[in-house]
């Protein structure tokens, strides 16, 4: 019985001491996911993050990287997590879907200047105009869908402090970022806010950004997640409840 006991408190320890330890990547978009003064990664969907490995306990070690080197990792590297990751069709079957962590409705974004210049913006006509983005998420691969081209009309940059700076000093007439995030994106590269507005509204880029895991990555640490996901409230995937999908 003593035996026994012993066994059932030692347990946890033991699938804890078990588990790999996790990689964890995202790029930096305040104030969802960036690196803090302190050198660590924080952030409102960061902080979700943050509660299901607790939950689950599983450990992780946090980076932030450029978008495409981040996304790179999380497709080829086992035991990796990466957050905030949209939901297409391409992606859809190369990764667990784990939790809903983030939500995002993207706009055309410009200066004030510019954009009062150009009020007539429309879906039918942003191909007369320039932009920046970040290599390989979705406003990339949507804009190239649109029929911008790399080094014409479209610069592509490896994170969004590029595209903002591009932006900022006149080299693009536009951006793609969801207007909720001018103001902490702004205030962190200490610029004035007020003079970059939202254009013209792209429904189709109104997505939610997920944590989702390498699909190299244990199923059983998988699950762990997402049933920590759950008891948190924290919205997860439906439709899989078993085997993850992202």
Known sequence: M?????LLILFPWFAHAQSPRLSVVTESSPPLHYVDKYGRVAGESTDKVRQILKLAALEADFSVYPWARSYTLAEKNADTLIFSLAKTAERKDKFYWIAKVSEFHLSVVGLRDEARAN?????????????????????????????????????????????????????????????????????????????????????????????????????????????AAQQLGINATSGDAHVVQR
């Open 2 to 6: 003593r035996l026994l006991i012993a």
């Open 119 to 227: 009020k007539l913006v429309t879906m039918d006509s942003i191909s007369r105009f320039t932009f920046a983005v970040q290599r390989d998420d979705v406003a990339h691969h949507w804009l190239v869908e649109q029929g911008f081209t790399e080094g014409d009309n479209l610069m592509v940059c490896a994170d969004i402090q590029c595209s903002w700076n591009f932006l900022v000093r006149g080299t693009v007439d536009f951006i793609i970022e969801d207007p909720s995030l001018i103001a902490p994106m702004a205030k962190r590269l200490n610029i004035n806010g007020e003079e970059i507005v939202p254009v013209t509204d792209i429904p189709e880029l109104a997505l939610t950004g997920y944590l989702a895991a390498s699909k190299s990555t244990d199923k059983a640490v998988v699950q762990r997640l997402k049933d």
